[in-house]
Structures are given as C-alpha cells and as structure tokens.
C-alpha cells in the first residue's frame, strides 16, 4: 500500500480497493439518482494533475448519453477561481432539463470561437476540473468524486504535461515557475473550500493499491461527508 504525501488540511482517504470503472460509473449515477427529465450532474474534482481529466473521459465513455464539461473551459482568461457564475450558470441550464449553449465572455473577448453546447436529453454530464465542486453550488450537483494524488507526483506530472504542450511556459524554469504560482492560488482555493469534505466517493489519482486492467483504486466518503449524510 502507497502512502500519499498531501497538502496540509486534505486527509488521506482510505481504506482503498480495487473498482472496475464500469461499477464505478453505475455507483455515481446511483447516488446522483437524478429527478427524471434532466441529467445526473457528476463532479470530478481534486487537484492540478491529479487524473481529472483521465477519470472523466474513462466515465463518460462507459455511460450512454453523457458527456464531460471541462472548467478550464469556463475558467480560460478569467481571473483565478473567479468562474464560478459561469459554472452556476451553466448547472442552472442543466437543471432545468433541457439543452444548454453558452459562450463564455472571455471567448469572444480573446477570439475563441464557438460555444459549449449541451443537447436536452443527456443521461449525464460529468463536470471536471480543479475546483469543479464549491460549496455555494453543492445543491446543483448530484456526485461528487474527490482525485486524490501524491502532491509531488501530481507537480511532476504538471510540469511535465505543460511541457509537452507547449502551454505555461516554454522551458521547464517557466513551467515550473507557473506551476507554483497556480499552486499557490490553488492551495488558499482548497483550504477555504474544503472540496474533499462533500465528495461521495474519494479516487486514487496515485496508485495506492495493484490494480487489473479497467480498474481504479476508490475509498469510500471521507469522515466530514459520513457525518453529514
């Protein structure tokens, strides 16, 4: 068993065991239990680098009729954590069950063209990203999965995948330079929001457990989620 290096004030989850993702992904939609005519809302949070992106894309692929809605689409040139009406309103469109359009403000402002687009009828929209679960929007979302990962594999993972995308920096001094700036930002984020503390089911971002093929390391809530249930 892998023990997790975290950030102070995240827990560690536990105890971990071996999920095959297509039982996974019919837990969250059994505790999303969405009312009829409008999507189960399904968010994949945790922090920079830590599988958000692999987690959601594995999930909406194992759910007909889905769909992932990530928030750096949201976030792209707002300020910091700045884009949570955005996300209100897009979970607001949501709940009303039919299908969503928006074109964020910074879009047209940056000549971004096009716009997200949600069809009425979906059976699940996995929302993701860093910060994709604050609190002040907890009743328009139905799950919520916590990543956690190893704060210093996640940096190197960042780094690494900026890097190799040519995005925040063109050398790793400047990758490296603008991963700590976002992590300061992140940080401050996280111990105001507390994200892990609303999460149903908490996944390893790390590897913690051997896992087969399709399969995911998942702990249940962690104890502020028990208690509140």
């Known amino acids: 068993m892998t023990t997790l290096t975290l950030p102070p004030g995240e827990p560690a989850a536990g105890p971990w065991a071996p999920l095959s993702l297509d039982d996974l992904a019919t837990r969250l939609l059994q505790i999303a239990d969405p009312a009829p005519g409008r999507p189960a809302v399904i968010a994949i949070d945790g922090r920079g680098a830590s599988g958000k992106s692999t987690l959601a894309g594995e999930l909406s692929r194992r759910v007909p009729g889905s769909v992932v809605v ?3 689409d949201l976030a792209w040139h707002e300020p910091l954590f700045g ?4 996300l209100r309103e897009l979970l607001e469109g949501l709940a009303g069950g039919g299908g969503v359009r928006m074109s964020p403000p910074q879009w047209a402002a940056h000549g971004r063209e096009g716009a997200i687009e949600l069809p009425g009828g979906l059976a ?4 993701e ?3 994709a679960s604050p609190r002040d929007l907890a ?3 139905d799950a919520t999965v916590w990543v956690q990962a190893d704060f210093a594999d996640a940096e190197r993972r960042g780094i690494a995948r900026d890097l190799a995308s040519g995005v925040n920096g063109q050398t790793e001094e400047q990758a490296t330079r603008f991963w700590h700036w976002w992590m300061d930002a992140e ?6 929001e507390r994200p892990w503390e609303r999460a149903d089911l908490v996944v390893a971002g790390t590897p913690v457990v ?3 093929a399709g399969q995911v390391a998942v702990a249940p809530a962690l104890p502020a989620k028990q208690t509140n249930a």
């Not at 884009?83 to 955005?86: A, D, P, S, V």
């Not at 699940?124 to 929302?127: E, L, R, S, T």
């Not at 940080?187 to 105001?192: G, N, P, Q, S, V």
Request: aromatic share 16%.
């Open 70 to 72: 990530a928030t750096d």
């Open 83 to 86: 884009w949570g009406r955005l």
């Open 124 to 127: 699940a929209v996995f929302v």
């Open 129 to 131: 990203g860093t910060g």
């Open 139 to 141: 009743p328009l979302i």
């Open 187 to 192: 940080l401050a984020f996280f111990a105001r």
């Open 210 to 212: 051997p896992l087969g």
